[in-house]
């Protein structure tokens, strides 16, 4: 049976965290955030970079060393994110709620949680946790090399690809040594974030890696029979259309389902029982976050993205990207700036 919290299991996600929230841009594409709940009522949070001051009453994001709230508060209320989010409880407990209703979280616990996917958490515990927060475009630059490997790696890529819409949240349970040398990357991320205006990528993807690895271990413990696996021809036509979209061609089904040896009718149920979405859908999503990334990563124009990417032209891009987005590119790009400009210490 689940408390009143399960009652809003399948509703809006509520409070929805943007990339410039937690200040995450391609030149600071993971961000760590240490948060500790003490015996009394007050919150203390330690951040290698200030959170971007944008308050809302249910929306705690914001400049702070010390903040009093209610011991017993839901905080935040049920949100999603624009990115992953990976939680370690590192001392306490705290009590996590998803669309699989209500689950206590202790040392030792790491949360996967997805983009899109509505969440909360109550604190009536002392409690200390490092959150992980991280840009899901940075995850595809070595997407060939990485997608080979077992396990965590292909539940990332999974989601960072296929971005479905009723995802869950993934939560594995760490020893005391895993647990330390998590530890031990969070910190090192933090100390690069203080000590650098603009930090060491490659640093900060060596100690992303290695946490990746350690909480891999208790991924293949805990789901050795239910590894992501996807059919070969599907993930195929996968890297087909990635190449398609950064080729500027348009999406041809029937290519397709030819190099995947399959007919055009079991290729299009297949491709939809693995990724969620028919391929039209799936190339339209990806091909909007390749011009994302190449809006906020390049100084080439709006014109040659447009152009670039197989659009008939800067309108009609102008168009569909504001469909998609919500903002003209050009809006987007300055967004980005902004962002890259308010969140150097």
């Given at each position: ?165 009723h995802a869950g949240v993934l939560v594995l349970r760490l ?43 208790a991924y293949l413990r805990d789901h050795v029979s239910a ?32 190099e995947a040896a399959m007919s055009r009718r079991n290729f ?78």
């Amino acid at each position: 049976m689940f408390s009143r919290e399960s009652e809003n299991l399948g509703r809006a996600p509520g409070q929805l965290y943007t990339l410039d929230m937690v200040s995450l841009s391609s030149h600071s594409p993971i961000i760590v955030c240490t948060k500790s709940f003490g015996a009394g009522d007050g919150i203390s949070i330690r951040r290698a970079r200030p959170l971007t001051n944008r308050v809302t009453e249910d929306n705690c994001i914001r400049d702070f060393a010390q903040v009093s709230v209610p011991r017993t508060a839901i905080w935040p209320s049920w949100h999603a994110h624009e990115f992953h989010e990976i939680l370690l409880v590192r001392n306490g407990q705290t009590t996590h709620w998803d669309k699989n209703g209500e689950r206590l979280l202790r040392r030792g616990d790491f949360a996967f949680i997805p983009p899109r996917a509505s969440h909360s958490l109550r604190y009536d515990y002392d409690v200390t946790y490092s959150d992980v927060y991280l840009l899901p475009q940075w995850l595809m630059a070595d997407l060939k090399l990485l997608w080979h490997e077992k396990g965590l790696v292909r539940h990332l890529l999974s989601h960072t690809l296929f971005e479905p819409e009723h995802a869950g949240v993934l939560v594995l349970r760490l020893t005391d040594k895993e647990v330390e040398r998590c530890e031990t990357e969070i910190e090192d991320m933090n100390q690069e974030y203080r000590e650098r205006k603009h930090p060491n990528l490659a640093m900060l993807m060596g100690c992303f890696m290695k946490m990746l690895s350690i909480m891999n271990q208790a991924y293949l413990r805990d789901h050795v029979s239910a590894d992501l696996s996807i059919c070969g021809r599907i993930w195929k036509a996968v890297q087909l259309i990635e190449e398609a979209i950064e080729a500027g061609e348009e999406l041809s089904l029937e290519k397709l389902a030819r190099e995947a040896a399959m007919s055009r009718r079991n290729f299009t149920r297949g491709f939809r029982r693995v990724t969620g979405r028919s391929a039209a859908q799936y190339y339209r999503l990806r091909r909007f976050r390749l011009a994302q990334s190449l809006l906020m990563d390049t100084d080439r124009s709006v014109s040659e993205i447009a152009l670039d990417l197989g659009f008939y032209g800067p309108a009609h891009f102008t168009k569909q990207f504001k469909e998609f987005a919500g903002v003209t590119p050009s809006d987007y790009r300055v967004r980005q700036a902004h962002l890259l400009e308010n969140s150097s210490p």
